[in-house]
């Protein structure tokens, strides 16, 4: 499946950001979709994931800060960012794999197809 991201950008401390990734096949592909991020110099880590069905989890980092819904209809995940901080700032990646009945891996070697990537800067 191809994975294309957009939404990136600039924003200040506090403000917001809504992330897109459009996956070429979506109804009959991957059963576990995520978001991961790297900063320069840093792992590349999960942001938050989930499955089809809609099961969900998120990195204690982002948690009641970003919501990760889908549009089964337009084959798009999405990522909405608020009270964004400057630590938040990173590459940004959508990722899809096959997850192991209705539980999604955390880990980035379980994802086996994966966006170019939407730069995310936070800062005033």
């Known amino acids: 499946v191809e994975l294309v991201e957009s939404g990136g950008g600039l924003v200040q401390p506090g403000g917001s950001l809504r992330l897109s990734c459009v996956a070429s096949?979506?109804?009959?592909?991957?059963?576990?979709m995520a978001w991961f991020r790297q900063a320069p110099g840093k792992e590349r880590e999960g942001v938050a994931r989930m499955t089809r069905g809609g099961n969900i989890w998120y990195a204690d980092s982002v948690l009641g800060r970003f919501t990760v819904s889908q549009n089964n209809a337009k084959n798009t995940l999405y990522l909405q960012m608020n009270a964004l901080k400057p630590e938040d700032t990173a590459m940004y990646y959508c990722?899809?794999?096959?997850?192991?009945?209705?539980?999604?891996?955390?880990?980035?070697?379980?994802?086996?197809?994966w966006g170019q990537g939407t730069q995310v800067t936070v800062s005033s």
């Open positions: 096949e979506y109804t009959y592909g991957p059963n576990c």
């Open positions: 990722a899809a794999g096959p997850g192991s009945g209705t539980y999604c891996f955390a880990n980035k070697d379980a994802y086996n197809s």
